[in-house]
């Protein structure tokens, strides 16, 4: 499958934790950046943690210290661990290569839902 492939998504009360995985056939996957993106209801999608080849990363403002990305190049897979999740986290969840202009890996999104 050319499309990232989400999970892990769940409803979770505030302060608990979800790991996301997203997994994808293609070969780029360990030459690319990697990164993770989720967009709530009625908003526009936002880059929530990167992580590029050499395994360096950056996070939005509001998951700094919270939110964790990680790669596995051998499994084609990116991880998202999300700990102290709040109400504000609640959007589908997806993966992308953000160096690359093209729809085409977007795949269903994972939901992650926290309730207060």
């Known amino acids: 499958h050319v499309r990232f492939v989400e999970s892990g998504g769940d409803l979770v009360q505030a302060g608990g934790s979800l790991r996301l995985s997203c997994a994808t056939s293609?070969?780029?996957?360990?030459?690319?950046?990697v990164a993770w993106y989720r967009q709530a209801p009625g908003q526009q999608r936002e880059l929530v943690a990167s992580i590029d080849t050499g395994g360096n990363t950056n996070y939005t403002d509001s998951v700094k210290g919270r939110f964790t990305i990680a790669r596995d190049n051998p499994k084609n897979t990116a991880y998202l661990q999300m700990n102290g999740l709040k109400p504000e986290d609640t959007a589908a969840y997806y993966c992308?290569?953000?160096?690359?202009?093209?729809?085409?890996?977007w795949g269903q999104g994972t939901q992650v839902t926290v309730s207060s």
């Open positions: 992308n290569f953000p160096t690359i202009a093209t729809n085409i890996y």
């Open positions: 293609v070969s780029i996957f360990s030459a690319r950046p």
